[in-house]
């Protein structure tokens, strides 16, 4: 997802860093992340949270977890924190992170967080582009590198060969799952839907009738 600029969106964040988290200060706060909310519990990262409605739903859902939204596009953690910051104020147990994925190693510590989400990530189909997907062995290195043994990469897709690919590549990392951690349609299982939170383009894609795929995938 790419968003046209908005012209608001540079001022708004530099007037709400006590909701979001900019890379120089990320960096800084590597290893002191339980400091910048009111209780110490543990810690969720979305990658590439687009415009927020995924991890709003969950912060909301889930108050005994701290939750980060991190977005490298700087429109869309705007609209993301705005949309939140109006509706909620400044919850508790959510920041959001402007800065890049591909290096969560940069601002987090081994273990000092314990789940990633991936949702609806760039599919990438070109072979050539390989490299880019969020499931690609150079990510799946980056997440082992912050989160704890045993630690958990959630993902959803509405795209069948990215998921197969996903499931190939989590297996060739050395990543493990069961039957009972995926699913070919999520929406369709009701065990597995529940407590689901969807994202903008979830939504999309159901109202196309596309099923939804999802595998919890453990180091």
Known sequence: MHLRSKPWAKPWL????????????????????????????????????GKGQFILGMALAHPEIN????????????????KSFDQVGVLPNLRYLYGNGSGVETYFEKSEIEKIYLNFSDPWPKTRHEARRLTYKSFLSS????????GEVEFKTDNRHLFEYSLVSFMDFGMRWTAEDYTMDLHADPDKVEGNVKTEYEEKFLAKGQPIYKVKAHF
């Open 14 to 49: 530099e007037a709400h860093q006590d909701l979001v988290i900019d890379q120089d200060r990320a960096q800084e706060l590597k290893g002191q992340w339980q400091g910048i909310f009111d209780k110490n519990q543990p810690i969720h990262v979305e990658i590439g949270s």
């Open 67 to 82: 939750y980060i939204g991190m977005e490298i596009q700087e429109t869309a953690v705007a609209i993301a924190a705005r």
């Open 143 to 150: 997440y082992k590198a912050v989160l704890p043994d045993g």
